[in-house]
């Protein structure tokens, strides 16, 4: 796998990621680091389990920060996938830089790497069923942009940045509208150019959104009957499938393939960016082991 067209974050995006963590690190100096000599010296970075590589802007701007001179020699590409105990990298700088950005640049890449990983066992698990694996807002604070770009990296389709760049419809909305139908009208009157996606609880509802028209129906915990049915519904005459259904809740990695098979369009997974298993890395100072 390759990264692809997953672009990263800006690169001041990276930059401001970066700042943060290195100063809740080193805080007001690294007073282990200072024992050492600062002398010229290398180091290699070390991955201990499988993994979907990513994360290397982040992992590059924490060593150059504190060290703008720092070699980063990579042996994989973003999105690589590498077996346990492969070298990912070899740096050459000074060995304070080196130790005081290691555990900074070593959070990045594990997390995202971790987020990456997560996704392609996700979307090897749907491949060929034309269904796609989205990701959703429950990221970790602060690296929302990061997580979501982890999420492109493992072959995932990002959901919503954020409250502000689609219009979703839940509950709550339709109750405060009176009825899904004019809960759809209102949110195109306000917000015309934003996509628009609506939750429905049940197959009147789908019916309802359907008609009424708008960009994706959520379809939020059918069971595997009711799911059926909704994909007939949708694909039937006259909407043919012009609005794509996605599921979300319920879902976990055993049971993916199947709600694919039903023909849905896109199974929303907040565990992608909710339960992160960070890759088990570590930088050592010195050459490789041969």
């Not at 796998?1 to 700042?19: K, T």
């Not at 999420?151 to 899904?180: C, F, I, P």
């Not at 519904?233 to 599921?247: D, Y």
């Given at each position: 796998?390759?990264?692809?067209?997953?672009?990263?974050?800006?690169?001041?995006?990276?930059?401001?990621?970066?700042?943060d963590a290195l100063a809740e690190d080193i805080g007001s100096g690294d007073v282990t680091a200072a024992l050492l000599p600062?002398?010229?010296?290398?180091?290699?970075?070390?991955?201990?389990?499988?993994?979907?590589?990513?994360?290397?802007?982040?992992?590059?701007?924490?060593?150059?920060?504190?060290?703008?001179?720092?070699?980063?020699?990579?042996?994989?590409?973003?999105?690589?996938?590498?077996?346990?105990?492969?070298?990912?990298?070899?740096?050459?700088?000074?060995?304070?830089?080196?130790?005081?950005?290691?555990?900074?640049?070593?959070?990045?890449?594990?997390?995202?790497?971790?987020?990456?990983?997560?996704?392609?066992?996700?979307?090897?698990?749907?491949?060929?069923?034309?269904?796609?694996?989205?990701?959703?807002?429950?990221?970790?604070?602060?690296?929302?942009?990061?997580?979501?770009?982890?999420?492109?990296?493992?072959?995932?389709?990002?959901?919503?940045?954020?409250?502000?760049?689609?219009?979703?419809?839940?509950?709550?909305?339709?109750?405060?509208?009176?009825?899904?139908?004019?809960?759809?009208?209102?949110?195109?009157?306000?917000?015309?150019?934003?996509?628009?996606?609506?939750?429905?609880?049940?197959?009147?509802?789908?019916?309802?959104?359907?008609?009424?028209?708008?960009?994706?129906?959520?379809?939020?915990?059918?069971?595997?009957?009711?799911?059926?049915?909704?994909?007939?519904?949708?694909?039937?005459?006259?909407?043919?499938?012009?609005?794509?259904?996605?599921?979300?809740?319920?879902?976990?990695?055993?049971?993916?393939?199947?709600?694919?098979?039903?023909?849905?369009?896109?199974?929303?997974?907040?565990?992608?960016?909710?339960?992160?298993?960070?890759?088990?890395?570590?930088?050592?100072?010195?050459?490789?082991?041969?």
């Open positions: 796998m390759n990264a692809g067209d997953a672009a990263p974050p800006p690169a001041e995006a990276v930059r401001a990621d970066v700042a600062d002398a010229p010296d290398s180091a290699y970075l070390l991955c201990k389990e499988d993994a979907v590589i990513c994360g290397r802007p982040w992992f590059d701007a924490c060593h150059r920060a504190l060290d703008p001179a720092v070699r980063i020699d990579w042996r994989v590409d973003e999105g690589d996938r590498v077996a346990a105990g492969s070298v990912l990298a070899i740096l050459q700088g000074r060995n304070r830089a080196l130790v005081s950005a290691e555990r900074a640049s070593l959070n990045f890449l594990q997390t995202l790497s971790g987020t990456a990983t997560l996704t392609a066992a996700h979307v090897d698990a749907v491949r060929g069923t034309g269904t796609r694996i989205l990701d959703t807002r429950k990221t970790l604070p602060g690296l929302r942009q990061a997580q979501k770009y982890a999420v492109r990296v493992g072959g995932g389709t990002n959901h919503r940045m954020g409250l502000y760049d689609q219009v979703m419809l839940k509950e709550n909305h339709v109750r405060a509208a009176g009825s899904l139908t004019a809960a759809i009208r209102g949110a195109r009157l306000m917000h015309p150019s934003l996509p628009l996606i609506v939750e429905v609880e049940s197959l009147a509802q789908l019916r309802e959104a359907l008609e009424a028209g708008c960009d994706r129906i959520l379809i939020d915990d059918f069971d595997a009957g009711m799911r059926r049915d909704a994909v007939e519904i949708a694909r039937s005459p006259p909407h043919g499938g012009t609005i794509p259904l996605e599921v979300s809740g319920g879902v976990d990695l055993a049971g993916l393939r199947a709600i694919a098979e039903d023909g849905v369009d896109f199974i929303s997974i907040g565990g992608l960016t909710k339960h992160v298993h960070a890759i088990d890395l570590s930088l050592k100072l010195g050459p490789p082991p041969h």
